[in-house]
Nanobody
Framework: QVQLVESGGGSVQSGGSLRLSCTASGYTYSRLCMGWFRQVPGKEREAVASVDTDYTTTYAEFVKGRFTVSRDNVKDTLYLQMNSLKPEDSAMYYC????????????????YGQGTLVTVSS
């Protein structure tokens, strides 16, 4: 059974930084694309960033240059470094294991975590 546990969310002021982490267990982590998506109540889920099994990364336009996604296949952990945060980045952030994400197009989600809340104040 795949388990993903996110941590690192919190409240920061505009321009601040946070680093999210996601620890995986229950499957061969290195064999799946991993990504982050976010969701605000009442709005659709939106993909933020992904890192494929070959470490290729893709980003949504609205986070390019500010966020960095990375993975550690020894620690089975996914990271999202978020800099220059804006109030519109406020959302619940979820870590996801993705069947494939070639070219930044996400396939089926194999699993996702319970989320970690990010709040950015102006």
């Amino acid at each position: 059974q795949v388990q993903l546990v996110e941590s690192g969310g919190g409240s920061v002021q505009s321009g601040g930084s946070l680093r999210l982490s996601c620890t995986a267990s229950g499957y061969t982590y290195s064999r799946l694309c991993m990504g982050w998506f976010r969701q605000v109540p009442g709005k659709e889920r939106e993909a933020v960033a992904s890192v494929d099994t070959d470490y290729t990364t893709t980003y949504a336009e609205f986070v390019k240059g500010r966020f960095t996604v990375s993975r550690d296949n020894v620690k089975d952990t996914l990271y999202l470094q978020m800099n220059s945060l804006k109030p519109e980045d406020s959302a619940m952030y979820y870590c996801a294991a993705i069947a494939d994400c070639y070219g930044g197009e996400w396939g089926d989600l194999e699993a996702y975590g319970q989320g970690t809340l990010v709040t950015v104040s102006s």
